[in-house]
């Protein structure tokens, strides 16, 4: 047995040993003992400006980091506030512990101020939700929690009483687990070596890198001079995989409509006779790409696999492994007629675009604010941009820029 301790400074140590450092929120009196107990395990208390601030916050902290995120809220005003950046968390596969403050255990059923079921209103979303009502496994419930959202990649909630929070317990000497190791699975011979014949039997391949490709830029790269494909990334990617140099990496694939004409991904995609995935949840795979094309995918999420369109060879397995065997194993070729073909396409693109940007008018356009953006911030600036983001990744010529916006949720205020 160890000495008393509050359930609070146990609910800190806890998710400072699932190696979170910052916790946004806003005090209040549902929340303050928690905060307080966060601050004496030495994680940063961020104050923000309200709980929705907060949630959206831990989302681009596991964003940016891989790691999980955490927010801190009061009960019913502030649970309500933080449902949209924690759903824009969820969307986009982002690990984070939202804990919220609840009324004393006592009223808990009773209609007392600022009383709402917070796991009921919690239900929709999260992969690990359920109210503490005892101190005695405090410890327990958050470690399941910050396990939950590491394994599952998505938003554990724990909602804390009041009175439970300044609750002083003897607490057994546990080993709950810290963080996770996760499985990394590893390609298939066989999966590759029917890729690999796809790919050199294909004429005009095309490379579509999601998130799951970041990070295995020089081996995307160096497949796509073997093949001659044009390399397109996601919105969420952009730049993050390989330079954008509109010689081989082109960009994103853009699925709508500029000055009337067809969008990109259409007149780019149904021209491909085979489509490489890699680590992407596109989600206008069938409107871009021919029923008749061939597709590979590279996924380590296996619910990913054939979620948007019909697949002939599937490898669940790390990008950049399963990239490095396939450069082993296809054909150095030497017809350049589709990249040339999709080059002249995207060049077209990007001259419409920039002639617009260099075109003020009243009211100002999106390309024109576009253009002042890019004249103003340095070529390594974080850039944030929240709705609207198709307008802005059209218009926008990423370099060296770390570009951050919800993937899927897209809402106001990120």
Not at 70 to 92: E, I, Q, S, T
Not at 217 to 238: D, M
Request: glycine share 10%.
């Amino acid at each position: 047995m160890t000495a008393g301790k509050r359930v609070a400074d146990s609910i800190g140590e806890t998710l400072a040993r699932f190696g979170v450092k910052y916790v946004f929120g806003l005090p209040g009196d549902k929340v303050n003992t928690l905060a307080d107990g966060v601050a004496r395990a030495g994680l940063r208390f961020i104050v923000v400006r309200d709980e929705g601030a907060g949630a959206t916050a831990a989302g681009v902290m596991s964003m940016l980091t891989g790691g999980l995120g955490a927010c801190l809220g009061m009960g019913a005003p502030g649970a309500v506030r933080m449902l949209p950046g924690l759903y824009g968390a969820m969307l986009d596969g982002l690990p984070v512990v939202a804990l919220t403050g609840q009324v004393e255990s006592f009223h808990i059923g009773t209609d007392y101020t600022q009383e709402i079921d917070t796991t009921r209103l919690f239900s929709a979303f999260t992969v690990y939700n359920h109210l503490l009502v005892t101190g005695n496994n405090a410890s327990l419930m958050i470690s399941r929690a910050c396990r939950a959202a590491l394994v599952h990649r998505g938003v554990a909630h724990v909602s804390v009483p009041t009175d439970i929070q300044s609750e002083v317990v003897e607490q057994v000497e546990a080993k709950y687990p810290g963080p996770p190791t996760m499985w990394r699975p590893e390609p298939r011979e066989d999966s590759v070596e029917a890729a690999a014949k796809i790919l050199n039997d294909a004429d005009r391949i095309l490379i579509l890198a999601g998130r799951g490709a970041v990070g295995h830029g020089n081996e995307i790269k160096k497949l796509s001079r073997k093949l001659h494909a044009p390399v397109f990334t996601t919105r969420s990617t952009g730049a993050s995989v390989m330079p954008i140099d509109l010689d081989h990496n082109m960009g994103v694939l853009i699925a709508s409509t500029i000055m009337g004409r067809a969008p990109l991904a259409v007149r780019v995609g149904q021209r491909a006779d085979a489509v490489l995935l890699i680590g992407t949840d596109y989600p206008y795979m069938s409107e871009a790409f021919r029923s008749d094309a061939k597709v590979i995918q590279i996924d380590t999420n296996p619910a990913n696999i054939g979620k948007r369109i019909g697949v002939d060879v599937q490898i669940l397995a790390d990008a950049g492994e399963t990239i490095a065997l396939l450069n082993r194993q296809v054909t150095q070729r030497r017809g350049l007629a589709f990249l040339n073909e999709v080059r002249q396409e995207t060049q077209e693109n990007f001259q419409m675009t920039e002639e617009m940007k260099n075109q003020p008018s009243k009211p100002i356009t999106h390309y024109y604010l576009t253009k002042i953006l890019e004249d103003s911030v340095g070529e390594n600036a974080i850039v944030v941009t929240d709705s609207g983001p198709f307008h802005f990744k059209e218009s926008f010529r990423v370099k060296k820029h770390l570009l951050l916006m919800q993937g899927r949720y897209q809402g106001m205020g990120f």
